[in-house]
């Protein structure tokens, strides 16, 4: 039995993946996947016995810019994507028995698995990004900010979008290879019966007609390497300090160190994680330690509490290991509703990254560093889940097995 698991984007979208592709091997499953050509997560597969499948440009030279490419170099992209994985996915998926998306970038996805007759699954890491009247759609970058205020008609309105980018290439590739033509993209890929790859505490689905959501679970592994000496000798030297880091994003260049002096003036310790945007704020004084890539789930722990980005993989960590969370969110996926997760779950803060005053920031710190927010971030950290990834292994080859 053999599956191809195919996404596009950072290491937050690569990961959870890779946390399926293990629970699958341990089925018995071999997996082989589509990601980005990213050095780090070719490694990262190759140490765990998989085949990577090179797709589209390198993420982290695309992430390098401060700001993001223009609407027209970001259409020329997408649809220069769809092309890439016409070409690749096909060979691929050769001698696999299903296909496994993730991310709405797998426009080509369905309809290789539908050309070859295997077993196609979406998965979302968000509800967000899923069509509800209970939520609006995430931000797109590029496309036009609608007007509208009531969420059917964003969700309408962000099909058209969708159709507007896609549906012409989509459709090109389809008829090449004798299939009907689809009239709504987003929806085709979503199918009608999405897997949400996400914590039914934090992140949970609220029932939809017409869309037969199966919430698995997150998808994480448990990291249990140790912290670098150097930092357990900073954790050592004084009270807990506070996280902060960006993971993939790159924040606006004065944030993290807004962040910095406000954590400074509650007199708290720092630690800065240097991620993509290679932050590094150390100076001459001894209460600021920079630090590389090291295992959240050892460190949050640790911590007073976790200034973030709002990306799905920290917002759950950060939640499990108890720690209270400050997001800023960039106005881009799913950040700003997993900033508006933490604050509803009332377990931190969440700030308006773009229009962040020093004011915002201060309170913001000052209130998570507070025993009461405290003891409030720690309630459901014993009620999150952390086998949403077998649960997923074990449900596609289950039905892998029924299918044969």
Same mark, same amino acid.
């Given at each position: 039995?053999?599956?191809?698991?195919?996404?596009?984007?950072?290491?937050?979208?690569?990961?959870?993946?890779?946390?399926? $592709?293990? =629970? %699958?091997?341990? /089925? #018995?499953? +071999?997996?082989?996947?589509?990601? *980005? !050509?990213?050095? @780090?997560? $070719?490694? =990262? %597969?190759?140490? /765990? #016995?998989? +085949?990577?499948?090179?797709?589209? *440009? !390198?993420?982290? @030279?695309?992430?390098?810019?401060?700001?993001?490419?223009?609407?027209?170099?970001?259409?020329?992209?997408?649809?220069?994507?769809?092309?890439?994985?016409?070409?690749?996915?096909?060979?691929?998926?050769?001698?696999?028995?299903?296909?496994?998306?993730?991310?709405?970038?797998?426009?080509?996805?369905?309809?290789?698995?539908?050309?070859?007759?295997?077993?196609?699954?979406?998965?979302?890491?968000?509800?967000?990004?899923?069509?509800?009247?209970?939520?609006?759609?995430?931000?797109?970058?590029?496309?036009?900010?609608?007007?509208?205020?009531?969420?059917?008609?964003?969700?309408?309105?962000?099909?058209?979008?969708?159709?507007?980018?896609?549906?012409?290439?989509?459709?090109?590739?389809?008829?090449?290879?004798?299939?009907?033509?689809?009239?709504?993209?987003?929806?085709?890929?979503?199918?009608?019966?999405?897997w949400l790859a996400a914590d039914p505490v934090l992140g949970p689905w609220r029932e939809t007609p017409g869309l037969d959501v199966i919430q698995t679970g997150a998808w994480s592994l448990p990291d249990e390497r140790p912290l670098p000496a150097e930092?357990?000798?900073?954790?050592?030297?004084?009270?807990?300090?506070?996280?902060?880091?960006?993971?993939?994003?790159?924040?606006?260049?004065?944030?993290?160190?807004?962040?910095?002096?406000?954590?400074?003036?509650?007199?708290?310790?720092?630690?800065?994680?240097?991620?993509?945007?290679?932050?590094?704020?150390?100076?001459?004084?001894?209460?600021?330690?920079?630090?590389?890539?090291?295992?959240?789930?050892?460190?949050?722990?640790?911590?007073?509490a976790v200034v973030h980005h709002g990306g799905a993989g920290t917002t759950l960590t950060a939640a499990r290991a108890g720690a209270p969370q400050v997001v800023v969110p960039l106005r881009l996926a799913d950040n700003p509703y997993w900033a508006g997760?933490?604050?509803?779950?009332?377990?931190?803060?969440?700030?308006?990254?773009?229009?962040?005053?020093?004011?915002?920031?201060?309170?913001?710190?000052?209130?998570?560093?507070?025993?009461?927010?405290?003891?409030?971030?720690?309630?459901?950290?014993?009620?999150?889940?952390?086998?949403?990834?077998?649960?997923?292994?074990?449900?596609?080859?289950?039905?892998?097995?029924?299918?044969?």
């Amino acid at each position: 039995m053999r599956v191809l698991l195919s996404t596009y984007g950072t290491r937050g979208d690569v990961e959870p993946l890779v946390a399926l $592709a293990v =629970r %699958l091997q341990e /089925l #018995g499953v +071999e997996v082989r996947m589509c990601a *980005p !050509p990213d050095e @780090e997560f $070719a490694q =990262r %597969l190759a140490g /765990l #016995g998989m +085949e990577l499948v090179p797709v589209g *440009p !390198p993420v982290r @030279e695309l992430m390098r810019g401060t700001t993001l490419p223009s609407a027209a170099e970001l259409a020329r992209y997408r649809t220069e994507m769809v092309a890439t994985q016409f070409d690749v996915f096909p060979g691929a998926a050769d001698g696999c028995d299903a296909l496994v998306a993730a991310g709405l970038a797998q426009i080509a996805a369905r309809s290789v698995a539908e050309a070859a007759g295997i077993h196609y699954v979406y998965a979302s890491y968000s509800a967000v990004n899923l069509p509800s009247p209970y939520h609006a759609p995430p931000p797109r970058p590029g496309w036009p900010e609608p007007e509208a205020t009531d969420n059917r008609t964003l969700w309408e309105l962000d099909a058209q979008n969708v159709n507007a980018q896609f549906a012409e290439p989509l459709n090109d590739h389809r008829a090449a290879l004798g299939l009907p033509a689809v009239d709504n993209v987003r929806d085709h890929v979503y199918s009608d019966r999405p897997w949400l790859a996400a914590d039914p505490v934090l992140g949970p689905w609220r029932e939809t007609p017409g869309l037969d959501v199966i919430q698995t679970g997150a998808w994480s592994l448990p990291d249990e390497r140790p912290l670098p000496a150097e930092l357990e000798a900073f954790l050592d030297a004084g009270a807990p300090p506070v996280y902060v880091g960006f993971g993939s994003m790159r924040p606006a260049p004065d944030i993290a160190r807004r962040a910095v002096e406000a954590i400074r003036g509650q007199g708290r310790r720092v630690l800065v994680s240097r991620g993509w945007a290679d932050l590094d704020l150390a100076d001459d004084r001894d209460d600021c330690f920079t630090i590389g890539e090291v295992s959240h789930q050892s460190l949050f722990g640790r911590v007073a509490a976790v200034v973030h980005h709002g990306g799905a993989g920290t917002t759950l960590t950060a939640a499990r290991a108890g720690a209270p969370q400050v997001v800023v969110p960039l106005r881009l996926a799913d950040n700003p509703y997993w900033a508006g997760q933490v604050a509803d779950l009332d377990i931190g803060a969440a700030l308006d990254g773009p229009t962040l005053t020093d004011e915002s920031l201060n309170v913001a710190v000052k209130t998570v560093l507070a025993p009461e927010t405290r003891a409030r971030a720690k309630s459901p950290s014993g009620k999150l889940g952390t086998d949403g990834a077998a649960v997923a292994a074990s449900r596609l080859h289950d039905a892998l097995v029924r299918k044969s």
